[in-house]
C-alpha cells in the first residue's frame, strides 16, 4: 500500500491513448467495489452473531468455503511447467504465518466483535499500518522519522475518541475487552505483514496465500473440532450458513481479487487512498442496517485516525 505512483501502470508508455481512461476507470471501479465488499464483513458478522452463531463456527465456516478456491490456485501453481520444490523451512514458515495472519488474527477479531460495535472494530484493525511501523522500529531497526510519529499518534488519538464515545453510548460494558481483543488482531497481521514479504519472494504470493490460507483452515478445524461444537455446526440455521457463505466468497475471496487487480490497473497509492474509505463505509452500514448508537465524536475519531492510517502509508 506504499509503493508509488512511479509504479502506476496506467501511465506507462505501453498502453495506447484508447487503452488509458479504460484501464484507469475500471481500476477505479474495482478499487471501490473490492473496498465496500470488504467493509461489508463486520456488518454480516454481526447479523451471524444475531442468528446464533459464535467466533469458532463462523471462521470455520468461512475458511471452509474459500479452502476449495485456495487449494485449486495452489493446485495451478504446482503442475505449471515453472515451479520450482518448495523447501520443507520455506513450507513450514507459510503455515505458522498463516497461523498468525489468517487463524489468531480472524479469531481474536471475530471475538472482539462480540464485545464492540462494528464502527470500533474497523478503525481498530485499520490502523495496523502504524503497528507495523512501530514493530519495524522494535526489531528490524527502521526509523522512526517526525511524519510516522504523528501519524501513530493520530491513529490512536482516532482509537480513544471512538473508544471513550462507545464507552458513554454502552455504559462501558465489556468494550475495554473487545479493544483488546481486536487490537491483538492487529497486531497478529501486522506480524505477519512483516514477516510474509521475504517467504513471498521466495516461492510467489498465489503460492504462498493459498499454503497459508490452507494451514489456517487446519488449525480452525483443530480448534473447532476440540471445543466439541461439531452438532452446533450440522444443526446451523440456512440463514447463519449463507452468512458463512457470504463472509468467505463476497466480503474475502472476491475483493481479494478486486483489489489486488485495482494496484495492477491504477497503482498502489490511488487503491490505498480509496481503501481508506473502507472504515467510512462500515460506520454507515453499521447505522443503518445495524442500527448502532454513534455520535459526532465517533466521526471524528474515524477521521483523525485516517488521516493518521494516510501519513504512515505515504514513502
Known sequence: MNASDDDDPVGSASDSPVDRPSQFTTGILLAIIGTFLFALKSIFIKLAYAEGAEPT???????????????????QVRRSSGAKPIRPQ???????????????????????????????????LFVYPAIVAILAWMFLGEVLNRRIILSILLCYGGIAMMYSQERLLSDGTHVTWGVILVSGSAISYAIYILLAKPIMQSMGSRQFTSL?????????????????????????????????FVLAIVCTLIPSFMINEAIMRIGATRTAVIGSAGPVLTM?????????????????GMGVAIVGVGLVTQR
Open 212 to 244: 497459508a490460507m490452507i494451514g489456517s483452515t487446519v488449525f480452525v478445524a483443530i480448534h473447532f473440532l476440540a471445543e466439541g461444537n461439531v452438532a452446533q455446526l450440522t444443526s446451523a440455521r440456512p440463514v447463519v450458513l449463507g452468512y458463512g
Open 284 to 300: 454507515c452500514l453499521a447505522i443503518g442496517v445495524l442500527h448502532e448508537p454513534s455520535s459526532m465524536g465517533h466521526f471524528i
Open 90 to 124: 520455506l513450507f513450514l514458515r507459510a503455515i505458522v504465518l498463516g497461523f498468525l495472519g489468517y487463524y489468531l488474527a480472524s479469531y481474536l477479531d471475530l471475538s472482539g466483535l462480540q464485545y464492540i460495535t462494528a464502527q470500533l472494530e474497523r478503525l481498530t
Open 57 to 75: 463456527m463462523l471462521l470455520m465456516l468461512r475458511l471452509a468455503f474459500a479452502l476449495p478456491f485456495y487449494l485449486a490456485v495452489f493446485w
